[in-house]
């Protein structure tokens, strides 16, 4: 089992920046990928970044370079800089971290960007 729980969300204006965490515990050894998806309102949840144990990254087009996903593998911790965040982004972000079979999810941060 994993535990996620993310942070960082809150309001910004358009063309602002944010830095989501996702803070891992449990069985965070057998953690392969992690990643974060977003739902905006009336949306369907939609996958935005991953990044691999061993670095590897892969991103949604509507995200490549403005956003940027690393992880520190010894905090057990995931990370999502948000820079020149567009009122498209506005959202509930998610982690998720997938341990053989198994995907685990974290309860989500709001993220709002007012124009």
């Known amino acids: 089992q994993v535990q996620l729980v993310e942070s960082g969300g809150g309001l910004v204006q358009a063309g602002g920046s944010l830095r989501l965490s996702c803070a891992a515990s449990g069985s965070t050894s057998s953690i392969d990928a992690m990643g974060w998806y977003r739902q905006g309102p009336g949306t369907q949840r939609e996958f935005v970044a991953r990044?691999?144990?061993?670095?590897?990254?892969t991103y949604a087009e509507s995200v490549k370079g403005r956003f940027a996903i690393t992880r520190d593998n010894a905090k057990n911790t995931m990370y999502l800089q948000m820079n020149n965040l567009k009122d498209e982004d506005t959202a509930v972000y998610y982690c998720?971290?997938?341990?053989?079979?198994?995907?685990?999810w974290g309860q989500g941060t709001q993220v709002t960007v007012s124009s």
């Open positions: 990044i691999y144990r061993r670095g590897a990254t």
């Open positions: 998720n971290a997938v341990v053989f079979s198994s995907t685990f």
